[in-house]
């Protein structure tokens, strides 16, 4: 089952796989603790 979520520290890897070029690592940390990203999952994991 899919499932949109906010993205969270554990995510770091994951996010940076995809989108290295565009953001740093503040910004990322700014999405986390402001609630601005998000990830979609199917079941758990992130796709």
């Known amino acids: 089952m899919f499932k949109i979520r906010y993205?969270?520290?554990i995510d770091k890897e994951f996010w940076f796989k995809f989108d290295d070029s565009h953001f740093r690592e503040h910004e990322f940390e700014l999405k986390v603790r402001h609630k601005q990203g998000y990830i979609?999952?199917?079941g758990e994991h992130p796709i």
Do not use: F, L
Request: glycine share 0%.
């Open 7 to 9: 993205v969270a520290e």
């Open 40 to 42: 979609i999952c199917n």
